[in-house]
């Protein structure tokens, strides 16, 4: 099952720029099935209730966006995940891209 976090009502601004995704021997790391590069991108997520810093990734091309940028996320998907007494959630999108126009209230 995929969990999909509905981002309309959110404002996303670009925290940092694109990185590439590196393994631990500072490769970029490349999609399983399709072997696309991968791509981190920090970003701040602002509500009604708050605001919180994650970190993003995509495949495919390097996604166009700055630091600052208002942005539009297509299919953000939460991934629980543990390792060795560990736990978090990953997030990944199909794509992000500058939005136009004024921000989310």
Do not use: C, H
């Amino acid at each position: 099952m995929k969990l999909y976090v509905d981002t309309t009502s959110k404002q996303v601004t670009a925290s940092k720029d694109p990185e590439p995704k590196n393994d631990q021997n500072g490769n970029q790391k490349s999609e399983k099935n399709t072997g696309r590069p991968m791509w981190s991108t920090q970003v701040f997520v602002l509500d009604e209730t708050g605001g919180e810093v994650i970190t993003i990734t995509t495949a495919g091309e390097k996604p166009n966006v700055k630091v600052g940028d208002f942005l539009a996320v297509e299919q953000l998907e939460a991934i629980p995940w543990a390792t060795n007494g560990r736990n978090g959630v990953a997030f990944r999108a199909v794509s992000l891209k500058p939005k136009t126009g004024s921000p989310a209230k």
